[in-house]
């Protein structure tokens, strides 16, 4: 069974930095992209970053420049350090998987739980 485990965030003053990371667990081979999605209150949940298996990286318009998207496939874990923080990066911030090459078969669209990011004027 897959899952993706998201950790990090909390609380912070704008200007500020915090540092998400996104584990996922099972019996598995390897991971294609990884990425990062957000969703404020009233609003639909919004690309933020991505990284493919190779390094690649894309970000949205809205945070290039303050956040970096990286990952340590041997862990089958991604992070997201951001930086910079306004408050309209409020939002619960969740973990995307595309495909996941497992034990059992592959597996598509997996997300993680969520995690709460919160920044304060």
């Known amino acids: 069974q897959v899952q993706l485990v998201e950790s990090g965030g909390g609380l912070v003053q704008a200007g500020g930095s915090l540092r998400l990371s996104c584990a996922a667990s099972g019996s598995i081979f390897s991971i294609n992209v990884m990425a990062w999605y957000r969703q404020a209150p009233g609003k639909q949940r919004e690309f933020v970053a991505s990284?493919?298996?190779?390094?690649?990286?894309s970000y949205a318009d809205s945070v290039k420049g303050r956040f970096t998207i990286s990952r340590v496939s041997a862990k089958n874990t991604v992070y997201l350090q951001m930086s910079s923080l306004k408050p309209e990066d409020t939002a619960v911030y969740y973990c995307h998987a595309d495909k996941i090459i497992t034990s059992q078969g592959t597996r598509y669209n997996y997300w993680g739980q969520g995690t709460q990011v919160t920044v304060s004027s």
């Open positions: 990284i493919t298996s190779d390094g690649g990286t």
